[in-house]
């Protein structure tokens, strides 16, 4: 290694004193400049700024202005490197974090577009965990960033993101990008064409835990909830040797059938962007059958004989509800898109059925919950 690649090396040993004094930004972006052709020095120097700028406001706009973002953007577009993409994308999700001014920057040079490409399932799920959580913080409160992801494909390669094989934690953060792109009523539409609502909903319901779900019918024992190739259409796979506690059945990357308060909080946030002013997709979250899981009748499994149990998107947000009573972000999404729900006569007449006035009334008494109250109010009317 060259002088300046070892010292990028040492840099990586010095960052938390570095991260707190944010001395050595300029040094470190200049020396991955002066040697861009070298991979050892490029991955050093994003891992050093990566550190640098976690959590730290003044470190992220020392190195959006001192060319961080142009820096590592060249790298990223000139090493297919794994560990350099990770390490990169790592960077751009630091410097973008609540930081509007280096989102605007990232945009301008290109970056969206460099970060859905690395969405790509060929990359692996490291790369594409990195890539994704950078692109939910480019595209935050970015109304520009919003529509040049959905222009350039993000919306597709992220709804594939629900399907199965994909890592739970990746399944989250892919329903939150989806979530802020789905601000803008040009991405509402281009979701909803791509069965977005039933995927998403598909996601959510994967994230309830295994208790519940066993306790509503939809399987006994432990399984798992396949996707089908059909949006919002899952199938109950029974896992040999599985544990009812929940976890990792069988060894399933992405299966976790623990609560996942997260999928059901970004989930239920996602679909109240896409719900938001727009009363054709407020009225398809609702109906019964959106959500199709059909189950193998253990009885018969020589004729594969299958029956199928019918959800609405109404009793997903429900069973999240009670599935997280003490959850506050649950607690608040949910209700505020039930609330959306109800301004549509079906939804309100299928959320009597299933017993929501009287839930809502319950919480908000119980958490004093204004989403709850408000909901409550509508709904006895």
């Not at 399932?121 to 990195?130: C, D, F, K, S, T």
């Amino acid at each position: 290694l060259g002088e300046e690649e070892l010292g990028l090396k040492a840099f990586g040993s010095m960052c938390t004193f570095m991260e707190h004094t944010g001395e050595g930004i300029e040094v470190i972006i200049e020396a991955m400049t002066r040697n861009k052709d070298s991979l050892e020095a490029q991955i050093s120097g994003c891992k050093a700024l990566r550190e640098i700028m976690s959590g730290n406001f003044i470190n992220q706009d020392k190195a959006g202005g001192a060319g961080a973002i142009e820096a590592v953007l060249q790298a990223l577009r000139s090493f297919q490197d794994a560990e350099l993409q990770e390490q990169g994308f790592g960077v751009l999700g630091n410097l973008a974090a609540f930081h509007a001014k280096n989102k605007a920057k990232i945009g301008q040079a290109g970056g969206v577009e460099t970060l859905v490409s690395g969405l790509d399932p060929a990359g692996g799920v490291g790369i594409q965990l990195e890539a994704c959580q950078a692109l939910c913080h480019v595209t935050s409160n970015s109304p520009d960033n919003q529509s040049k992801a959905g222009s350039c494909g993000a919306i597709q390669v992220t709804l594939a993101l629900c399907s199965n094989g994909t890592y739970g934690k990746l399944r989250e953060v892919g329903v939150e990008v989806l979530g802020n792109l789905a601000r803008l009523p040009e991405n509402q539409g281009k979701i909803a064409k791509q069965r977005g609502v039933p995927l998403i909903l598909s996601a959510m319901l994967r994230g309830i835990g295994l208790g519940r779900l066993q306790e509503v019918g939809l399987g006994s024992g432990a399984f798992v909830l396949r996707q089908e190739a059909q949006p919002g259409v899952l199938k109950v796979e029974e896992v040999a040797g599985g544990s009812s506690a929940g976890g990792n059945l069988g060894g399933r990357t992405g299966e976790m059938y623990e609560t996942s308060p997260r999928m059901l909080e970004v989930g239920c946030q996602a679909l109240v962007n896409l719900a938001s002013n727009n009363s054709e997709i407020r009225a398809s979250i609702g109906p019964e059958g959106i959500i199709k899981v059909r189950r193998t009748d253990s009885t018969n499994l020589k004729t594969g004989t299958q029956n199928a149990l019918s959800i609405s998107g109404i009793q997903i947000v429900l069973w999240g509800l009670l599935e997280c009573a003490e959850h506050a972000g649950v607690q608040e999404q949910g209700f505020w898109l039930l609330y959306d729900l109800a301004n549509d006569e079906e939804n309100r007449r299928r959320m009597t059925e299933l017993g929501v006035p009287d839930f809502a009334s319950r919480m908000s008494n119980k958490h004093n919950s204004s989403d709850a109250r408000r909901l409550a109010r509508l709904l006895s009317r």
